[in-house]
């Protein structure tokens, strides 16, 4: 895997990142009442960020899932979890019924 500098999988501080927004979301999630529409909004943004953590433990965050290429970098600034790269998840996807 070819090394690039100033992307963010190169700065370790992503990882302490991710794990605070997961500690964040897991805290929210337990702060919320069984019926509180915010409850499964933490839940996801918790197994994403778990997802993201686990690549980062695997060598393969900041990578595209689909393409294989550098998700940008000012993506993973807006979207720690990403997995797909703009070009990937901007593709249309089937319907599926």
């Keep these: 895997m070819t090394r ?8 370790g501080s992503v990882r302490v990142r991710l794990q605070m927004l997961l500690d964040e979301h897991l805290d929210r999630a337990d702060a919320c009442q069984p019926d509180d529409p915010a409850l499964e909004g ?7 960020l778990n997802t993201a953590l686990v690549r980062w433990d695997q060598g393969t965050y900041g990578r595209c899932r689909q393409c294989d290429e550098l ?5 993973l ?3 720690p979890a990403a997995a797909l790269c703009i070009t990937c998840q901007l593709q249309p996807r089937p319907f599926l019924i």
């Design 71 to 75: 998700i940008g970098a000012e993506r």
């Design 77 to 79: 600034e807006a979207i």
């Design 4 to 11: 690039h500098l100033n992307h963010p999988t190169q700065d």
């Design 42 to 48: 933490h839940l996801t943004a918790a197994i994403q």
